[in-house]
């Protein structure tokens, strides 16, 4: 499989699909990174969510929830999945986070006291500031000024006790108790790997690994394990997941810390290393990205008035007509008047 057809074939997967509820869009996916709020509704709409209060909807109706999963960050799942998903990744989340817990003052009695009385506070959705008073209310002496808060909150998520739902004001996500959702799989790691390869594939149990995670090893037996299709020497997909017709290039505008540019371990193919510092300057940050047929090829932002696309060298036709139609959907989703700037490539 050559590199062309192997990068069609992943933006089939990540994006061909027709339109889609939230909660359908972020289980086909795997989850959508939702450490931005703005940034997890721009994936889900890549992803076939057309209408632009559908996010909304379905995270005020109890349909999809956020909390840390995959490499202990924040996703956006169906809640239906979303308790045995959290039993694949919490105590590995937990044991990353307990030296920090412990130097922010949030010892194992703190953190005890707290989850005994979380689950009567959770009866209305609050935000995490409200939490922290309550608590402090009982003598917990929780620093609400700093990282603690959001460390307690990380550290109740993996113990099962509650999740991020609906704003309860602007930029302050409510948290309510997790969800009891769906019995888990009978092996939730390979139901994992399936969801994936379904979404990210043809892949490599390394591509896995790296965006779940887990160890190698339990990577390789889950890919095993989901019964793939081997579309190449270490390469799977979906059983059935074919070449996508010939046609003009699918061109998306992502947006940031999209799974698509992180998730693979190796991702010269995806993102040139020539280029990589425009869209992944370091510090954790990853920029909205263009992307045609696979590859990035630029980085955007929005202006006022102006969707404004910074390519990486001179576009071809086919992506210029196709980032059109992109741009007018982009600012539709967003709710915005705002028309399609393409700046000149950088010498």
């Known amino acids: 499989m050559d590199e062309v057809e192997l990068l069609r074939r992943r933006m089939q997967a990540q994006f061909g699909r027709a339109r889609m509820r939230a909660a359908a869009a972020a289980g086909t996916s795997g989850g959508v990174q939702a450490q931005d709020?703005?940034?997890a509704r721009l994936g889900l709409r890549a992803r076939g969510v057309a209408d632009p209060?559908?996010?909304g909807r379905a995270l005020a109706a109890g349909e999809t929830v956020v909390l840390?999963?995959?490499r202990g960050t924040l996703h956006l799942v169906p809640a239906e999945d979303a308790r045995w998903m959290l039993g694949l990744f919490a105590a590995r989340n937990l044991a990353a986070g307990a030296r920090r817990r412990r130097e922010l003052g949030l010892t194992e009695e703190v953190c005890a006291r707290a989850g005994e009385l979380l689950p009567a506070l959770l009866d209305v959705p609050r935000g995490r500031a409200e939490?922290?008073?309550l608590l402090n209310g009982q003598g917990l002496g929780i620093d609400p000024t700093g990282q603690a808060p959001a460390h307690l909150m990380g550290w109740a998520t993996a113990h099962g006790?509650?999740?991020r739902g609906a704003d309860v004001a602007p930029r302050d996500p409510g948290y309510l108790p997790l969800p009891q959702g769906r019995p888990a799989p009978e092996d939730p790691a390979a139901e994992l790997a399936g969801r994936y390869l379904a979404a990210f594939g043809p892949a490599e149990?390394?591509?896995f690994a790296a965006w779940s995670g887990l160890p190698v090893r339990e990577a390789r037996r889950a890919v095993a394990a989901a019964g793939p299709e081997?579309?190449?020497p270490g390469l799977f997909a979906a059983p059935g997941a074919g070449s996508p017709p010939a046609g003009p290039p699918v061109v998306r505008l992502l947006g940031a810390f999209d799974n698509y540019v992180i998730g693979y371990r190796n991702r010269d193919a995806v993102l040139a290393p020539e280029f990589a510092r425009r869209i992944n300057a370091g510090g954790g940050i990853v920029k909205p990205a263009l992307v045609a047929d696979g590859r990035v090829l630029g980085s955007w932002r929005r202006e006022k008035g102006a969707l404004v696309v910074e390519p990486f060298r001179a576009l071809p036709a086919a992506v210029r007509d196709g980032l059109d139609g992109e741009a007018?959907?982009?600012a539709a989703f967003l709710r915005i008047d705002a028309g399609l700037r393409v700046e000149r490539p950088a010498e």
Do not use: N
């Open 68 to 70: 840390a999963l995959m």
């Open 161 to 163: 006790l509650l999740c």
């Open 328 to 330: 007018e959907a982009v």
């Open 37 to 39: 709020a703005g940034a």
């Open 131 to 133: 939490l922290v008073r």
């Open 230 to 232: 081997e579309v190449a």
């Open 53 to 55: 209060t559908e996010p």
């Open 205 to 207: 149990a390394a591509d």
